[in-house]
């Protein structure tokens, strides 16, 4: 499973000075770095580790006007957009995979998950502007 997380990469970019609430907003094109990963299969104990340990991609970039989520390996189509006023949500599937990613349109932290029938993969980082 963790082959197949390779198309995503999720976020944790250190920036200078404070970004602008509408960066994380869905309309500017933004890079993702996870920093965290976890990989939990059924039956046995979730493995923590860097997201390169697990197989993630490095980066992620998102193109909120393409409606595409890109990594190192694949680009997948965003299926489904939500905007509250605390965060941006994304979702897809890829190579029979749900995937969620959570921004918040404060701060630029998220979260994403790839889940299938055999278990689970979590990502954090952050995200800035492209």
Request: hydrophobic fraction near 45%; charged fraction near 20%; glycine fraction near 10%.
């Amino acid at each position: 499973m963790t082959h197949a997380i390779r198309w995503i990469a999720v976020v944790a970019l250190l920036t200078a000075g404070t970004a602008e609430a509408a960066d994380f907003d869905g309309s500017k094109k933004l890079i993702c770095a996870p920093v965290k990963a976890m990989d939990c299969a059924e039956g046995v104990e979730c493995v923590s580790g860097t997201p390169q340990d697990l197989g993630a991609p490095t980066f992620i970039r998102i193109d909120f006007d393409r409606k595409e989520v890109a990594g190192t390996q694949r680009t997948t189509k965003i299926r489904e957009f939500d905007k509250s006023a605390t965060q941006v949500l994304l979702q897809g599937v890829e190579a029979g995979l749900g995937w969620t990613i959570a921004i918040n349109s404060g701060t630029g932290r998220m979260h994403a998950t790839m889940a299938g029938l055999e278990g689970a993969i979590i990502l954090s980082g952050s995200c800035t502007t492209l």
